[in-house]
């Protein structure tokens, strides 16, 4: 059973900076995506950044320049570090680590973590 914990979520003032961790835990492919989300009240869940097995990163247009992904294969742990901080940035995020077979048209697995609040204030 694989699990993703978050962790580096809370409240900061506007300006200020934030790094989120997502390590998976159990038995997982190294070659995989790894991707974090977020969620803000009455909104819908959005990609914020991904970063592929390939190295292609991908960052919402929201977030360039001032947020940044990572990733550490050997322990399968992605990373996003938040600078410049806006109240606008306030939400649930969510890190995703998932596989899909291109060949197969399908997941191989898709996991989510539990979520971890971020509230910047003005």
């Known amino acids: 059973q694989v699990q993703l914990v978050e962790s580096g979520g809370g409240l900061v003032q506007a300006g200020g900076s934030l790094r989120l961790s997502c390590a998976a835990s159990?038995?997982?492919?190294?070659?995989?995506?790894m991707g974090w989300y977020r969620q803000a009240p009455g909104k819908e869940r959005e990609l914020v950044a991904s970063?592929?097995?390939?190295?292609?990163?991908n960052l919402a247009d929201s977030v360039k320049g001032r947020f940044t992904i990572s990733r550490d294969n050997a322990k399968n742990t992605v990373y996003l570090q938040m600078n410049s901080l806006k109240p606008e940035d306030t939400a649930v995020y969510y890190c995703?680590?998932?596989?899909?077979?291109?060949?197969?048209?399908?997941?191989?697995?898709?996991?989510w973590g539990q979520g971890t609040q971020v509230t910047v204030s003005s």
């Open positions: 995703r680590i998932w596989k899909y077979s291109s060949f197969f048209s399908r997941y191989e697995y898709d996991y």
């Open positions: 159990g038995s997982i492919s190294s070659i995989n995506d």
């Open positions: 970063f592929s097995s390939g190295g292609n990163i």
